[in-house]
């Protein structure tokens, strides 16, 4: 199954960081700050993901 929460997150760090470098923006513009943002909250999401209580994905059949 798909992680959409990391998917959306990716894609919008990787439309943010394109941006960026289109204007040549520096560090401390809201952008950049949302880019390091995203970067914590991945971080997080992945090792709550890792941790060793983390809850499997439930699989249920369709029908």
Same mark, same amino acid.
């Given at each position: ?7 959306? =997150?990716e894609s919008e760090r990787r ?6 470098? =289109?204007?040549? =923006? ?15 909250? =991945? ?21």
């Amino acid at each position: 199954m798909a992680d959409l929460y990391r998917k959306n =997150l990716e894609s919008e760090r990787r439309q943010l960081w394109a941006t960026c470098r =289109l204007k040549g =923006l520096k560090r401390d513009t809201p952008e950049r700050l949302r880019i390091a943002e995203i970067d914590r909250l =991945l971080a997080e999401h992945k090792a709550k993901a890792s941790s060793p209580n983390a809850q499997p994905p439930v699989h249920r059949e369709e029908g």
